[in-house]
């Protein structure tokens, strides 16, 4: 028997947690015998969270697949990579010969940003396609966050991370780093974070609808009605305004002036009825805020798929320029990774096409999901004939999980690139199956650019390439060069993702030009990463607006209040169904791990008890719910921690569907949010998908 030591990060989630994973080699035959947090990893300190020790369960899985399965009516065959790489392209190219290049669509879902060779390589056969059917799990979740960065900064990846770290004041919306280990903000070991800004007297204040795990340890929280975190966010610019509170910039800002006059009459005393949060306090957290040393807005999950995600990030970053926290240091700072995608790639663009049935706006080459099952659906001219979905599964994921079904079920070709027959890839003709996350290698290109430090790292496969398997740029290069050969189309020579990522350290700004000299060989000699330096102010030679200069006031927002104008006050009696994550659960497919999902059941619907009480239902009751899309039945909890007319219901459930062959995760139970979610409530402005704060009733089943 031979022991062997790896060092490597789990790529789970976007905490990015360097791991110690022991080996044991017996006969040839390679089994993981122990997964630990790296204490000498120079990120997250030997930081581990539920989901890395999981990494074996899904290399173990008996359910995941290993080789590429063609559905016959309802049986599942295996097929040769070469005959099926044949047979998407021929499938594909007659039913766009047919139909047109857009009657193809493509779906990439989150995991997509995990695994470096789906970044590095999957447009290798997708921008072949030509379509303009692009869709992503950017649309239900950080869409806004990347919208109003291009408007104000000129690039959608130009977004200022909290300098955790050093601030003094950290101001919480809609986020719950103690279960998602940070979110557009890279942080491992966020707990010890946080609670060493209060060690050093400092303040953490969390808005939320609920008593999160994050707030029940902040020291003041606030319940806000949902939807209207813009109104406490409006409140609390128009203080900092009015009361003098304002700081300013050393940056070059343009609208400034715009603004003021734009939310002058966004008062404490006119919001607070919309967001249910008292005058008093909105103007007391203004002044908090404003008089903190160093302070820090941060806008996550919560206020991105709402009716008015944009505005709330817009505000957010309008609230930490004018108290001079942005591009400051204990404020808002931009990384400066050894990759740089915003060095590299253009700002992006915004509503040059849009959607055939809905005209909903395309931002960075992709439409709102939210308008997937509508083209499908919908007949005539430029219908969805054909889908190709990429480590997503958008039944569970995206608003209105029914309807997508239909859609799904009426395709005349659907190939999946996934490692399971789930929710979503039982209607798929094709199932393309890469390698596990131990089998591959692994950079952050995306994580390191949202890193509360500027940090690098490679990780290396722990276990080879099993015989006949292929990584998931290999799938995509054969696709490419299947489809090339049939539709007679130029295919341009392409490299491995691991020579891409030497290339990119190499003439980065800690390449070869540098005194680091990063290359991918350094980072070989380093396991545990790199730590390049904490972050620093950056943003104005970043800027990447026409003239240099952050823009305060872009037209496309403030043309958007006059729909939240229109925003009115909570109807009485009115129920609003918000979503929740926990820290063992990311992604969908982690229910069908033992590990992840044994404890406390956690799929019930969150209520408070006064909710409970007026509707004569009791604790433990199983409840139907029901919204404009859909309806659920689903067990009640009773729980304080939730605001009085604010039910929670958890993303990534409702397995028990027909054909899913995934044991563990089907035996739960539990119902799927997005059965509710409607597809027709987004924030206007970007497309994103609203799935908090949509309106339910609540009955006994």
């Known amino acids: 028997m031979t022991k062997t030591l790896h060092h490597r990060a789990c790529h789970l989630c976007e905490a990015i947690c360097g791991l110690s994973i022991e080996t ?13 947090g790296d204490a000498l990893d120079t990120f997250s300190r030997g930081h581990i969270c539920p989901k890395a020790v999981a990494l074996q369960d899904i290399q173990n899985d008996p359910d995941r697949l290993r080789q590429p399965m063609r559905r016959v009516g309802s049986e599942w065959l295996p097929i040769g990579w070469e005959e099926a790489f044949e047979l998407v392209a021929e499938k594909l190219s007659a039913i766009q010969a047919r139909h047109g290049q857009n009657a193809v669509a493509v779906y990439q879902g989150n995991p997509s940003v995990h695994n470096y060779g789906l970044m ?12 303009r059917n692009r869709y992503s799990a950017t649309s239900v979740d950080q869409l806004p966050h990347h919208l109003t960065s291009y408007l104000m900064y000129g690039h959608g990846l130009l977004l200022p991370i909290p300098d955790i770290d050093h601030t003094d004041f950290m101001l919480i919306l809609g986020g719950n780093p103690l279960a998602s280990n940070g979110s557009i903000m890279t942080v491992p070991d966020v707990e010890k974070r946080l609670k060493a800004i209060q060690a050093r007297g400092g303040k953490v204040v969390v808005v939320d609808p609920r008593r999160s795990e994050t707030a029940a340890m902040a020291d003041q929280h606030l319940f806000v009605r ?95 320029l004018v108290t001079g926290n ?35 706006p395309e931002y960075g080459g992709e439409l709102p999901v939210s308008a997937l099952a509508e083209e499908m659906l919908t007949e005539g001219e430029g219908q969805i004939r054909a889908l190709i979905t990429v480590a997503g599964n ?11 079904e239909q859609a799904l079920d009426g395709l005349e070709f659907m190939v999946s690139v996934d490692l399971y027959i789930n929710e979503t890839t039982r209607y798929a003709d094709l199932i393309l199956p890469s390698t596990s996350a131990l089998e591959n290698d692994h950079y952050d290109t995306t994580f390191n650019l949202f ?45 491995p993702p691991a020579k891409m990522i030497d290339m990119g350290l190499r003439m980065g700004r800690y390449g070869d030009a540098s005194e680091h000299k990063l290359s991918l060989a350094t980072l070989f000699d380093h396991p545990h990463g790199v730590d390049l330096g904490a972050l ?34 909570p109807a009485a009696g009115e129920l609003l169904m918000i979503g929740r994550r926990h ?30 009480a007026s509707r004569g239902l009791s604790d433990g009751q199983l409840v139907r719910v029901s919204s404009r899309v859909g309806q659920v039945e689903v067990e009640v909890l009773g729980s304080a921690d939730m605001m009085p007319g604010v039910v929670s219901l958890p993303h990534g459930w409702g397995h028990a569907r027909p054909g899913v062959q995934m044991a563990i995760a089907s035996g739960q139970p539990g119902s799927s949010a997005n059965d509710l979610t409607d597809e027709c409530r987004l924030d206007e402005l970007s497309g994103n998908a609203a799935l908090n704060g949509v309106p339910v009733t609540v009955v006994a089943a």
């Open 583 to 612: 820290v063992r659960s990311n992604n969908s497919w982690m229910h069908n791990y033992h590990r992840l999902v044994k404890g406390k059941p956690r799929h019930q619907l969150l209520m408070n008890p006064e909710d409970l």
């Open 326 to 360: 942005l591009d400051r240091v204990g404020g808002a700072l931009c990384t400066e990774p050894a990759v740089d995608l915003v060095a590299s790639t253009s700002g992006g663009h915004f509503n040059k096409w849009q959607s055939r049935v809905s005209g909903r």
């Open 394 to 404: 958008p039944v569970l994921s995206t608003p209105n999980g029914r309807q997508l």
């Open 451 to 495: 890193a509360v430090r500027n940090v690098t790292r490679f990780n290396r496969a722990i276990l080879a390439k099993p015989e006949g398997a292929l990584h998931d740029w290999e799938i995509f290069v054969g696709l490419a060069e299947a489809f090339a050969a049939k539709t007679d189309k130029e295919l341009k020579p392409t490299m």
């Open 226 to 320: 949902p939807g209207g975190d813009a109104a406490l966010l409006f409140g609390v610019l128009n203080t900092l305004f009015g009361e003098g509170l304002t700081r300013d910039s050393h940056l070059p800002v343009d609208g400034l002036d715009e603004v003021r006059a734009a939310v002058a009459g966004f008062t404490a005393e006119a919001m607070s009825p919309l967001c249910a949060v008292p005058a008093e306090r909105i103007r007391q957290l203004a002044r908090d805020f404003a008089a903190a040393p160093s302070a820090v807005c941060y806008g996550r999950m919560g206020v991105s798929t709402q009716a008015f995600g944009t505005l709330c990030h817009w505000v957010v970053q309008l609230i930490n």
């Open 24 to 36: 044991t080699e017996t006969g040839g035959h390679v089994q993981i015998t122990s997964i630990k």
């Open 536 to 569: 620093k102010p950056n943003l104005a030679p970043r800027l990447k607006t026409a003239n240099q200069r952050v823009q305060a006031a872009p037209p496309e927002i403030l043309a958007d209040l006059a729909r939240f104008s229109a925003l009115q006050a």
């Open 120 to 131: 590095t390589h999957s447009n290798y056969f997708l921008g072949l396609l030509k379509t």
